[in-house]
């Protein structure tokens, strides 16, 4: 199977866009640059729509997930939509219990602990990601030479999540389990792959250009931690969509020591946190790799002046590597200001592309 005649990648709309050129190790015409989390909180659009209305449910109603997609993309004049949804919507369409409580993340109503409570896992269906497809195809018919980008949570991030039942720091349960049962890890991290993978495909099919992996706890684990038990799953999940032939994009957080194995799941792109300069996650990668990342967050608060010397270290440190995409080292905060991040959009695509 491939991408059907008329997906943007293929009719001509989104294959040549700055987001695309970049991906995939050419010279866009501009330095294309989107944020991540750029729909959310820190947008009062975003709160107004989703007054009275759940986080999941918000991502289940193919009209309000495309208006909140859209919104930054209107705002910022960013080169990519990402499609507004979470890492545990697969969870919730295969019908496990699991919402997202305010304040807090991800919660599951019974942590997945033993070989049996894996075994239980209920299976996500196609026609469960119907309201997906919907969602995306409403995006992509609105975005017109915007590429969108597809996401899913890479199987240690959600099963993490699984394990512990909640959002946690340290990660004991998943990094228990996988030394002391690691059968069970494996089951677990398996269906946790295609579950991510099924989702992924289906926004790739419904029109999104492009997809991201994010493995945002992998930085919890030691390199041969992840190598043995979160590497095979993750290349499982992509496993599902290589076909398709999009860029595919993997991200973490902490993960200076992970990038290599990172990029060996298969991936196109890597994406790089704010703790490690482009120019050593070049270095380290071997100089061939397209890099996304890493203006640090907590920098989006600072004056000005600030800031705009740090992103210029940021374009700087990228023209190292065959091809920078830039954004931020982490999620937009919801504190932000979004007429910085406006402006940061503007300053990024008044600089030349190197090389062009
Ligand atoms: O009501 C709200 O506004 C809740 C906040 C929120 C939002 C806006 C959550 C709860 N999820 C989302 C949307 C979301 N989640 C997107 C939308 C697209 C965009 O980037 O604009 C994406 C890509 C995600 C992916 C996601 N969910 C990740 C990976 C990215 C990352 O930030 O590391 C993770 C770890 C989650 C879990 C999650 N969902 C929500 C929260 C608060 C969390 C993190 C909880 C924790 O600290 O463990």
């Not at 300069?277 to 071997?286: K, M, Q, T, W």
């Not at 907590?298 to 440190?317: C, G, K, N, T, Y």
Request: charged share 20%; hydrophobic share 45%.
């Amino acid at each position: 199977m491939s991408l059907s005649a008329n997906h943007p990648l293929v009719d001509g709309r989104t294959a040549n866009s700055p987001l695309v050129t970049a991906l995939r190790g050419g010279k866009p015409s501009r330095r294309p640059v989107w944020f991540m989390r750029q729909a959310g909180r820190s947008l009062p659009e975003y709160r107004k729509v989703r007054e009275g209305i759940t986080m999941l449910d918000s991502c289940l109603k193919p009209e309000l997930a495309s208006e909140i997609t859209l919104q930054p993309v209107r705002r910022h004049d960013v080169d990519a939509g990402i499609f507004f949804s979470d890492i545990v919507i697969p969870l919730k369409l295969a019908g496990v219990d699991v919402e997202i409580v305010p304040g807090v993340g991800p919660v599951l109503g019974s942590p997945v602990r033993t070989a049996a409570d894996v075994a239980k896992l209920p299976t996500l269906t196609d026609e469960a990601l119907d309201p997906i497809r919907e969602a995306v195809a409403l995006t992509v018919a609105e975005l017109g030479t915007t590429p969108l980008i597809g996401f899913a949570g890479a199987p240690f991030t959600l099963a993490a999540y699984m394990v512990e039942g909640k959002p946690s720091r340290d990660h004991l349960g998943p990094r228990t389990m996988m030394h002391a049962d690691p059968e069970t890890w494996a089951a677990l991290a398996e269906w946790t792959a295609d579950a991510s993978g099924k989702f992924l495909r289906a926004q790739l099919e419904a029109g999104a250009s492009a997809a991201q992996l994010f493995d945002s706890w992998a930085g919890s684990l030691g390199l041969a931690d992840y190598t043995k038990f979160a590497a095979p799953a993750s290349k499982r999940a992509l496993d599902h969509v290589r076909d398709l032939g999009a860029p595919l994009i993997h991200f973490g957080t902490g993960t200076s020591e992970l990038l290599v194995a990172m990029r060996d799941v298969g991936v196109d792109v890597v994406g790089v946190d704010y703790r490690l300069p482009l120019d050593e996650a070049n270095r380290r990668l071997g100089g061939n790799v397209p890099l996304q990342g890493n203006i640090d967050p907590a920098l989006l608060s600072a004056p000005w002046e600030v800031l705009e010397a740090h992103v210029r270290d940021v374009l700087a440190a990228g023209e190292s590597a065959p091809a920078h995409v830039v954004n931020l080292g982490h999620g937009v905060p919801p504190e932000t200001d979004p007429e910085v991040l406006t402006r940061l959009v503007e300053l990024i695509h008044s600089e030349p592309v190197a090389g062009a």
